[in-house]
């Protein structure tokens, strides 16, 4: 057997082991999803899993992507543009961006994103309305951007989010962006508040939202260690890294 045939051969044992790996971890959440479902009395269809790739291999996206996810959320401009480019051949993907965005890279997000869940500011709305129409006449989209916005309860800058008062005007601009659709809320629970008190407030300003905004139905909460209060409160999308994907090697926002 040459050397070449028997790398080959690692490097498949390698994608097989990912591959199991992989798919354990989305048995498993699913089966935390549905029994957070069950427990809150909705349908587990109602609830999306959205799997964060940030920090991970195009590599295992690609697995994921066999293994039937179609979703990805990436939080970094400049690495999950690499990825988007490196996985065109991809079939049916949409790709989220949930990271802080600055405004100056909504033109780049604008050519893949199908949604954006972190657009906390006029002023970065406005900025991806512009981009999204240019790549709507540019043919590099073909439906508007849809943006959750990102809600804050703490006043943390770093962590991005407007506050709750900021909330209704935010979403008014964004609703009447020609190049933007309002699809409802995002919202991370601030450090060292108990999660289900920060939800049960989310749920209350998603409630608010719909009001004004029938069409803003997604509310977005819920990452590897809350999803089942989050669930408890409405989330309609879970982003989970750290419990499909495994501890990512640095820590980030
Ligand atoms: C990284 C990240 C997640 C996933 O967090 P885990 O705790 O690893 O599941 C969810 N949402 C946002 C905005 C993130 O940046």
Not at 44 to 70: E, N
Not at 190 to 205: D, Q
């Amino acid at each position: 057997m040459s050397g070449h045939i028997e790398s080959e051969t690692v490097a498949a044992e390698a994608v097989d082991g990912r591959t199991a790996e992989l798919a354990a971890n989305l048995a498993e959440l699913n089966k935390r999803i549905g029994a957070a479902c069950h427990s809150a009395g909705r349908d587990p269809a109602s609830v999306r899993l959205l799997p964060v790739t940030k920090f991970f291999p195009a590599s295992d996206i690609a697995i994921l992507h066999r293994l039937g996810c179609q979703e990805f959320g990436e939080s970094r401009e400049q690495e999950a543009t690499a990825k988007v480019a490196d996985l065109s051949e991809l079939s049916n993907v949409r790709w989220h961006m949930i990271g802080r965005l600055q405004r100056n890279k909504a033109r780049i997000v604008a050519r893949w994103a199908h949604a954006v869940h972190s657009v906390d500011s006029e002023r970065l709305a406005m900025a991806l309305d512009g981009a999204s129409r240019a790549a709507l006449d540019a043919g590099e989209r073909i439906d508007p951007v849809r943006v959750l916005v990102q809600i804050s309860l703490d006043e943390d800058p770093g962590r991005g989010g407007v506050a709750p008062e900021e909330l209704a005007a935010l979403a008014d601009r964004v609703a009447a962006a020609p190049g933007l659709r309002l699809a409802g809320l995002m919202a991370i629970p601030p450090l060292g508040v108990n999660p289900a008190v920060a939800f049960a407030r989310f749920a209350g300003l998603h409630a608010r939202l719909l009001a004004d905004h029938p069409g803003a139905l997604e509310l977005s909460a819920g990452m590897s260690g809350d999803l089942e209060s989050a669930i408890e409160h409405g989330s309609t999308c879970v982003r989970v890294g750290t419990a499909l994907m495994g501890a990512r090697p640095i820590t980030s926002a």
